[in-house]
């Protein structure tokens, strides 16, 4: 399979079998968003940054909701859970998406606000490749990212909804997040592509990949 990252919490998710998902498209957060085509798009929250599902080609099937899906041979869970540590009071719901692609468990948290929980943990483990939020203010900060990133145990782990170049909203860069990890645990990759087969994933360790997205 293969992941492309278009910046914030957008992703393009390709099984090899061809079938193509997207993650958050954003509106107008300082830079567009790019024209890409897609079987099925998953949207976290309401919020402009993550709903701009009208900037898709083609006719993507749209779940925003929990329950698990079917997309041409791609199995899609959405998970309740909050984007705020308030039971969802002050910003509210936040749906997590696991994905199943070529033996892989993919998860995308959104902009997920709430603390580690058990309960919560247990709704999305096992875990293979991890896209999690580490800017703050709206999400989890670098301190709460790490501690699910302890629990979760996943071997990768992409960071996203991050301050980058460009990026109008006040968010925190990743540098917190990564300064948590030991330098030999992080790999900061050329390009926003990342392509991962079955076989690459171990269980020795955690590695935290950092993807560009392009300008």
Excluded: W
């Excluded at 910046?7 to 393009?12: A, I, N």
């Amino acid at each position: 399979m293969k992941i492309r990252y278009l910046g914030h919490s957008c992703f393009v998710l390709t099984e090899s079998t061809g079938t193509t998902i997207v993650t958050d498209p954003y509106g107008n957060v300082g830079y567009k968003m790019p024209a890409v085509k897609a079987d099925a798009v998953t949207v976290s929250h309401s919020h402009y940054d993550h709903n701009n599902v009208k900037a898709l080609l083609g006719s993507p099937i749209i779940i925003n909701k929990e329950g698990t899906h079917d997309i041409d041979g791609v199995e899609v869970t959405g998970i309740k859970s909050y984007h705020d540590d308030e039971r969802g009071e002050k910003r509210g719901d936040n749906i997590i998406f696991k994905f199943r692609m070529d033996g892989l468990d993919i998860c995308h948290l959104g902009d997920l606000g709430e603390e580690c929980s058990s309960s919560l943990l247990e709704s999305i483990l096992p875990v293979n490749v991890l896209l999690i939020p580490v800017g703050g203010k709206y999400t989890i900060d670098a301190e709460q990212a790490k501690e699910y990133v302890d629990r979760i145990m996943p071997e990768i782990v992409i960071p996203m909804h991050y301050k980058t170049k460009g990026l109008k909203l006040d968010i925190d860069k990743p540098d917190e997040f990564l300064g948590l990890f030991d330098s030999e645990e992080i790999e900061m990759k050329e390009g926003d592509e990342l392509e991962l087969f079955r076989d690459d994933i171990t269980e020795e360790s955690t590695k935290i990949i950092m993807l560009e997205k392009n300008q």
